[in-house]
């Protein structure tokens, strides 16, 4: 395979996962906006943040509201990482590596990008806003499905896969890194149940309410929350469970191959660490700290990625 | 502006079907318009979502464009297309003879067949490809014809595509699309298929490699990138032949060889099927500004590491100057008399032709000898007042970089309208591979159509549309 097509696929699919965790994004933002007395715009600062593009957005407006936020996340054209230009950027890269697709996953990012383009042209009222962020995240779950149903299992699938849980294991760490203040055990004071509105966020932000409702019953503090999001490998937008997959499918690329790259040492060194690591190390050593080190070792390793299969000369 | 009434390939002036449509005819009198219509939106669909598309330069909202498709076949007997298929293959085959002998001894220059400032005034001519046989003396690998009707039996060469004929992809997408539209019609007719072009397509260029070449050739598409206009038909015919698309970032040269970066270091590629001009393949032997090409890959091809196809410098034979000496080339390499006709042509740099054009220009079709694509061209009978004295002008500065041709009566089929069926002019474009293992022609080809009514252009870019070609079997 050609060292650019690995990358135009890798890529293909972080854009759509990342626009898929944008609808997340502002679909929580949008229900405690929605829900909570306050009526504060507070929530919305702190969507920005997770979705790193709050200076962006600040440069752009005097204040924060959340229409403002919502149109800038979903289609502004100056946001580089809004979900329209995502979009864009995925269909971009599946034209550029089109011969590496079958052509259902190929019609699937087309008209993914199709529908979103018709969808995002004007601004989404508070009305239609449920429906566009269901489209959106169907449209990207039609995608995968495509490729889970069409695709040969060989170095293609794997770095499609690679782009997926890259991306996925950032925005979740990104995610619990602007909150993770409200998981510290000093604010289990607060309310040890589900009531917490930063809980709610954190969970419905990766669409685990559910399952975690499903694992933990009404045993629920901010520990089982961090140990959920960050350890417990049945989740699949846990770190756990994404760099299980990045383990994964790097593994078979070395098999593949029959080479062993440096890209191979980093992705074990933090697969062991989340095998090892107990929630309570994790909080000794510090949630932030932890953190922010895994944030930077996921972006180094997409480099050593980059670097080792020749995405670029 | 053309000739009152132009020969219709379906319906016969005392208003008779041609027995090729026969069962079309039929076919079509039982169907429900609204039902017809209803398809001709979905094929729209269809296009749009498999990326169907075509780019224009320098617009950026319409950037991807559909080219319009019209679900009415063209449709060919078996013994009509015997016949033109005999005269396709006599031409390549000329053609090639006549590509190597002008990068050889030149002699159709030394009998007098041919002028030298033909080849040497050649714009397309390249003086690196002297001396250079290219496997199997094959230089035009992927040749298009482009033909044109008047009546029953008189078929005209338009114009030779030797360099990189295009619209391949769109032959075999109409016939899908056709074939998932309407089913039924390929029970009521046999129609001879096209579907084994892009395997055909990579034996014939696989049967090209190089000498360097050791085990199963590698093949792979060159492309100048997303932004082409025809990215999608190389991306087409790369996975259709499944071989990489490559861009000129992902080549260099290694060892001797052209290589392309994979995941796992620099892979040697034998044969190029290059959808990139002569002019930017080689930065190094060419346009030094190109950033498409691949440094060096000059070298490694005289010197037998790759095989490009076409090769460099096959656009002469594209050249309308050139082609005016057509019926001359065919029988100086063959020894046969030409199939197919040459439209007759005047070339302007001969003075008394010249002046024969100025005398008739608002009755000749104008064209520009390295033209291409329908651009720079003048159609005298369509030409206002203002058109004509300004093209006049142009014509009297610059005669040598001119040909003028009558204008034809060109053939109509239908189109479905509005209306129903209403007549349009068209055109041919059949696809040719050559290998040293033989000429293959697949039946039919491309055609374009006028979408406008009366309209004698049938380029893409400027507003024709496609059909469905089929060629009926015996």
Redesign the interface.
Known sequence: ??????GGLLWMFRYLERAENLARLVETGQRIALTRADRSDSEWTSVLHTAATYDAFMAHHDEITGDAVVDWLLRASDNPASVLNCVEAAR?NA??V??ALT?EV??AV??CW?TLRDALARKVTTRDLPRVLGQIRQRSAFVRGTLHGTMLRN?IYDFARLGTFLERADATARLLDVKYFVLLPSAAGVGSRLDNAQWEVLLRAVSGEGMFRMVHGRKQGPAEIARFLILDGRMPRSLKFCYTKIGNNLGH?HRD?G?RLPCHDLSDEICMKLDQATIEDIFDTGLHQFLQTFIGQNVALAAQIERD??FT? | MTSQNPFDEMTLADGSIREAYQTFADWFAAEDPTRLRAKAREAEDVFRLTGITFNVYGDPDASERLIPFDIVPRIIAAREWAKLSKGIEQRVRALNAFLHDIHHRQEIVRAGRLPVEMIARNDAFLNQMIGVSPPGDIYTHIVGIDLVRTGPDQFYVLEDNARTPSGVSYMLENRETMLHMFPELFQQNKVQRVSRYPQTLHSSLAACAPLACDGDPVVAVLTPGIHNSAYYEHSFLADQMGVELVEGHDLRVVDGRVAMRTTQGYKAIDVLYRRVDDDFLDPLNFRPDSQLGVPGIFDVYRAGGITIANAPGTGVADDKAIYSYMPDIVEFYTGEKPLLENVPTWRCSEPDALAHVLDNLSELVVKEVHGSGGYGMLIGPAASKKELRAFRKKLEARPSNYIAQPTLALSTAPIFTKKGLSPRHLDLRPFVLVSPEGIEITPGGLTRVALKKGSLVVNSSQGGGTKDTWVLEE
């Open positions: 395979m050609l060292g650019k097509t690995a971009m034209r550029t089109r011969t052509r190929w019609e087309n008209e199709m170095d690329l191959y080479i299969y020749r000369e």
